[in-house]
């Protein structure tokens, strides 16, 4: 308040008032200015980078404006908001989308080509910023674009690192790891020096009477961490709003370093805390559904969580609100586990600080949060050993306790005769070394718990969570089936099928209500508007097949079937299963005559995407693509008939060329596995068909699309369990085709034998968990059937036509009012007072 100008000055400031450009003349006035002024550069010196830098510090501005005015509307309205707290956000580039978001690309690329740039060349200057590992970093991105495209009040809270996912290169056909350092220059931030908090760490708790004679924690010692916000503004698509995501930063307290310590000579032990603190924000950990339990990586959570809630808490004090109105005002979103703490910080800061009682912070505590989960993998399952939570957080350890004790007072009265249900469901595992079970934390702390995909919250509520169900009722329990936002991913991504469908439907709308695609079903039988739709397609292969070339040095055959898979690389995702089919039909092609092989059909297999730097299996998968791609890229028996490519560094620009350009996408993980997927829906929207498992959103994408527009193949999760029984306990035979896929491997055709007899053992001798052999006929055969489909062009483009007209309901539009509606209980803000 103190901060504001008094009333006979603001004439003066609305007469100065700031206004964004509009034109192509204003545009490129701002560029020049940018280049000469934020860049001190010249039209001598100015580059494609600088040019870039310029139009993102114009865009930027633009968006600053609108940010700006978001933020006071809805500090002004003081209606309840969503914080949607997440470890990861997968963004990409910010250009495009910025642009596109307040529909000024064409404004851009006319401003742009008048000053001697071409606007895809600027716009392939951005490093993407990859503040995540694969689906759930990426949901969060495509939350964040709804949220402001639906004009919802909602911030977004993550950490800063300085390092993202680490950039992949392949040598010699194995993965390795380089860090990714983006920030040397980002102007999608803004550094925030004045907004800081304070994080305490290790210390003890004493407890002390209060005034009242009553005695309370105090939690006193240890080190303070300072959490310094960066924000980013996120654009909604056609519409002023325009929502933050604030990034936390860590550094030492008490300035750059110690100046006593320094000038005492203990220059060693001074830069060492810093450093010490900055570590906290510095690195992405890159693995994928899996846990490893590294102290740094619960610093992280707790860094992140207490600035973040800290701030969240200052913001509603403001509202001089009482504490019962929290969740009135305010709704958390938990996205997996990773931000659990934030429910008993929250419950630490209500009776620590504010002095409420337990039941009264308890009640505001549940009201306020609900949880995602992603995975029902055991190996995923966040646990913490219960020495290393007291130790860097005392008083939460503490908290904890008490919340599980209450808790296990309620379940042993609900259940006076079942102690084993206690030992089930408790916050703390009695094993040795004791842990705290993140998940049953998050349910107990939580109103609503929700699955991403049918299939994945019917299974949360019959195996993980199913004593849960029991105690809470059904309806903690809920489905929000993940969705992707159309605007980059069909509109960016694929401008010529955008505009065509534009065309046709009359207007952009589509892009706001994705359900209004169903109207392109009318068309399928429009031959001119199918010959479109089949040269987009293939334009868009054509744009992939030149990648390609420049990036492996293979040439492929636009006119062949694309067949892709790019997700990280996972056992359960069987990329594994991809390639050994990929053998085996090399192996046909080899066994027949040369007459016979011209009637095949030519193919080009895909693959994309990272292994955890430790997981070792996963490496060796990747390595098996490469090895198989250089020896049948290379046979001249084979020729155009089969091409194997494995594209380097997979990630968010790079799923912007490769989604559009294929005609078949592998979703194929073992059924139950796969929580949802969302790939699968990026590729059907931009009309490609897909070859999948009954899993995750596959199985709802067939409801919508119909079963004669999708590839399914497999067993199927409810019958998973007794076949891995059957695989362990009785008699395990091997696939017939698959065992002469093995043979050829071993016998070397594919060089390093030893390195993938692992990839063979794990099928043959260890059980097969993941069913690869069990899925295999079915997975050859289907991919004949693919075959079949795809010569039948005109067949072929119904299909796709037909599938994208029945993909409205996979717009991340749906699952953010779904969520507002049975999750957070809040609603848009009108656009404008
Ligand atoms: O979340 C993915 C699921 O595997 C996928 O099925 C789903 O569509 C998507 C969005 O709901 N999960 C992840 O991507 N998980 C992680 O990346 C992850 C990262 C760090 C962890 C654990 C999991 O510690």
New binding site residues.
């Given amino acids: 308040v103190e901060a504001s100008i008094p009333e006979p000055q603001r004439e003066a400031w609305k007469r100065s008032q700031t206004s964004a450009f509009k034109s192509s003349d204003e545009f490129e006035k701002e560029v020049v200015r940018h280049v000469e002024t934020s860049l001190a550069r010249s039209m001598f010196n100015c580059d494609e980078k600088a040019a870039y830098s310029a139009t993102s510090l114009a865009f930027r501005d633009h968006l600053i404006l609108d940010w700006n005015k978001t933020q006071q509307r809805q500090t002004y309205r003081d209606s309840k908001r969503v914080y949607y707290l997440s470890l990861?956000f997968l963004m990409g580039r910010a250009l495009d989308n910025a642009m596109l978001n307040v529909g000024l690309k064409d404004t851009a690329k006319a401003g742009l080509a008048d000053l001697g740039f071409r606007i895809e060349d600027i716009i392939g200057q951005e490093h993407d910023a990859a503040l995540g590992?694969?689906?759930?970093?990426r949901?969060a991105a495509c939350f964040l674009d709804s949220l402001a495209s639906l004009d919802f009040p909602a911030w977004g809270y993550g950490l800063r690192y300085r390092y993202g996912i680490f950039k992949q290169e392949i040598i010699d056909g194995y993965q390795v790891e380089v860090p990714d350092y983006w920030l040397d220059f980002n102007p999608w931030e803004f550094p925030r020096h004045d907004v800081t908090v304070d994080v305490q760490f290790f210390g003890s708790v004493k407890k002390v009477p209060n005034e009242q004679g009553k005695s309370v924690a105090v939690w006193e010692g240890g080190e303070i961490v300072v959490a310094v916000a960066y924000d980013v503004p996120i654009p909604g698509y056609d519409t002023p709003t325009t929502n933050n995501l604030r990034l936390w930063s860590s550094k030492a307290s008490g300035g750059e370093f110690d100046f006593q310590k320094f000038n005492s000579g203990d220059y060693e032990s001074s830069v060492a805390e810093q450093q010490r603190a900055e570590t906290i924000s510095n690195v992405l950990?890159p693995?994928?559904?899996?846990?490893r339990g590294k102290e740094l990586r619960l610093k992280q959570q707790y860094f992140w969580v207490a600035a973040s809630l800290y701030d969240i808490v200052r913001r509603f004090k403001k509202s001089k609100r009482a504490w019962r109105e929290f969740p009135e005002q305010v709704a958390i979103q938990l996205n997996?586990t990773?931000p659990t703490l934030a429910i008993v910080e929250l419950q630490r800061i209500l009776i620590d600080i504010e002095g409420l009682d337990w039941d009264l912070a308890w009640e505001i505590v549940t009201g306020t949060f609900g949880y995602t989960n992603?995975?029902v993998l055991p190996e995923?399952l966040e646990k913490w050993p219960v020495g290393l939570v007291q130790h860097l957080l005392p008083r939460h350890l503490q908290i904890i306790y008490d919340i599980n004790l209450f808790f296990l007072q309620s379940v042993e009265k609900q259940f006076p005769d079942d102690r084993d249900i206690l030992t089930r469901v408790s916050i703390i595992e009695e094993s040795q070394p004791k842990m705290v079970r993140m998940a049953h934390l998050a349910i107990v702390g939580s109103h609503k718990v929700n699955g991403?995909a049918e299939l994945h919250s019917d299974l949360i509520k019959t195996t993980i969570f199913k004593d849960f169900v029991e105690i809470y009722g059904p309806d903690r329990f809920t489905n929000v089936t993940?969705g992707i936002t159309p605007r980059r991913w069909l509109h960016q991504a694929n401008p010529r099928l955008s505009e065509l469908i534009a065309s046709k439907l009359g207007s952009h709308e589509f892009l706001k209500d994705l359900s209004q695609l169903n109207k392109l079903e009318l068309l399928v039988q429009d031959k001119e508007f199918k010959k479109e739709w089949a040269e987009i397609k293939f334009a868009n292969k054509v744009r992939l097949a030149k990648y390609i070339k420049e990036t492996t040095g293979v040439n492929v055959n636009p006119s062949a079937l694309f067949d892709v898979q790019v997700k990280r690389i996972h056992e359960y995702k069987r990329q594994q299963l991809n390639i050994f089919g990929v053998i085996h039909r090399y192996l046909t092609l080899k066994a027949m005559t040369p007459a016979e092989r011209k009637k095949q059909l030519p193919r080009v297999s895909i693959f994309g995407g990272k292994a955890a730097p430790g997981y070792w299996m996963a490496k060796q998968i990747i390595h098996l693509i490469n090895a198989v791609g250089s020896v049948v890229n290379n046979d001249e028996d084979i020729g155009d008939l089969l091409k194997v490519i494995f594209l380097e560094d997979y990630n968010v620009s790079k799923a912007e060329i490769i989604c559009p350009a294929s005609d078949i996408s592998e979703h194929i993980s073992t059924a139950g596995t796969?929580?949802?997927?969302?790939s699968n829906m990026k590729f059907v929207l931009n009309g490609g068909l897909i070859i999948g498992t009954c899993d995750?959103a596959n199985i709802e994408i067939t409801r919508e699309v119909g079963e004669n527009n999708i590839f399914l193949f497999g067993n199927l999760a409810e019958d998973v369990e007794d076949l891995r029984h059957a695989h362990t306990y009785g008699s395990h035979t091997i696939d017939p085709d698959l065992a002469k896929v093995f043979e050829e491997i071993q016998k070397g055709t594919f060089g390093s034998v030893h390195d993938f007899s692992a990839m063979i053992a794990a099928v043959k001798d260890h059980g097969d968990y993941y069913l690869v052999s069990d899925d295999f006929h079915s997975y050859i055969e289907t991919h004949t059937l693919v075959d079949e489909a795809y010569r039948n062009q005109e067949e072929w483009v119904v299909k796709s036509i037909t599938a994208v007209a029945r993909m409205g309901f996979f717009s991340s539009d749906r699952c953010i009012y779904e969520y507002a509606d049975g999750i957070w209980n809040v609603e848009p803000l009108p656009r404008r007072d």
Avoid: F, W
């Fill in positions: 990861e590992n694969g689906g759930l970093g949901l950990y693995n994928d559904n899996l846990e997996d990773h992603h995975t995923a991403v993940n796969e929580a949802s997927g969302t995750g």
